[in-house]
């Protein structure tokens, strides 16, 4: 099956270089000739796609929207698997299905990456041990789906995660969304200024994403932007819990929120996936 990736960024990228390490041949495309031309140069891309009537697979590595555009914009061929990496899946989703296709849609998120953006960026072993996020609905198609699963293994991905549009998006708000508006939160604090020689693992961990693309992940907000704004409005009542606890000067409460804290982390549920929640291991 002849395989294209649109959009060559750092996830674009480093998708090609995976299923080139895995024996697949891979041709690109991106919006801007810069990309495509370093992705030819290095050998990231075996060919330029002109149009991708002709490819059994086409990844869609670009922003939700302009994820969209393309897919609306574009022909493919009669039974192609289509799949965007968005970082959202209910919007693209619907969008996919506001029509008949000719081709069978499958949402992927991979769940790696970097807090670096550019093609010179992608790597061939991005993906190792990683989990593949994979929508599905009453409309997927069993085989299509399998096929992308056989791809998620030979790309390095230890996992595959199956769950409804809507279940993705309100799982991904909180662990991927409102961690990188934590992150970029708490960097705005002016005692950031001169802190060398007092930061260590804890600092770098909550730094460590806060530089990432705004206009990318702009759209990923707005596009959950109920999901998020649940998760950051929870976010806030327990700082005040422990706010009012410093400023009252009580003890035992701080030490009661603290434990509280340290007991749902601890209690193993983070490890036990939902009903409507399938982890599938590929390797």
């Known amino acids: 099956m002849r395989i294209c990736v649109a959009g060559l960024g750092i996830i674009g ?25 370093y992705a030819l140069k ?22 939700p929207k302009a994820a969209v555009r393309f897919i609306d914009g574009n ?22 299905y506001s029509r008949e296709r000719n081709f069978r849609y499958i949402g992927c998120h991979p769940m ?25 609905c009453n409309r997927t198609d069993a085989d299509a789906l399998e ?5 998620a293994r030979d790309m390095g991905f230890a996992y595959s995660v199956e769950c409804s549009a809507a279940a993705h998006d309100k799982k991904i708000a909180y662990t991927s969304q409102l961690a990188h508006v934590v992150s970029n939160a708490y960097v705005k604090d002016g005692e950031i200024e001169g802190c060398i020689g007092f930061t260590g693992g804890s600092f770098q961990d ?9 206009e990318v992940w702009t759209s990923l907000y707005l596009e959950n932007s109920k999901n998020l704004s649940g998760k950051i409005g929870a976010l806030i009542a327990s700082l005040e819990e422990i706010r009012s ?34 982890v599938i291991k590929l390797k």
Do not use: H
């Open 13 to 37: 990228g480093s998708v090609c270089l995976a299923l080139k390490r895995a024996g697949y041949r891979v041709d690109g495309w991106n919006r801007s000739p810069k990309s495509m031309e």
């Open 75 to 96: 022909a493919f061929g009669d039974g192609a698997i289509v799949s965007d990496i968005c970082g959202i899946k209910g919007m693209i989703e619907k969008a996919v």
């Open 42 to 63: 290095n050998n990231i891309i075996d060919g330029v796609a002109q149009s991708f009537e002709s490819y059994g697979a086409v990844f869609v590595c670009l922003p």
């Open 206 to 214: 909550m730094t460590r994403i806060a530089g990432v693309d705004e």
């Open 147 to 151: 096929y992308m699963r056989m791809l």
């Open 112 to 136: 790696a990456g970097k807090e670096v953006s550019g093609i010179e960026n992608a790597c061939a072993d991005l993906f190792d041990g990683a989990n593949m996020i994979f929508t599905r």
């Open 245 to 278: 606890a410093l400023d009252s000067g009580d003890g035992a409460k701080l030490e009661e929120l603290l434990r509280d804290g340290r007991t749902r982390f601890s209690s193993g549920k983070i490890f036990q996936p939902q009903s409507d929640i399938s």
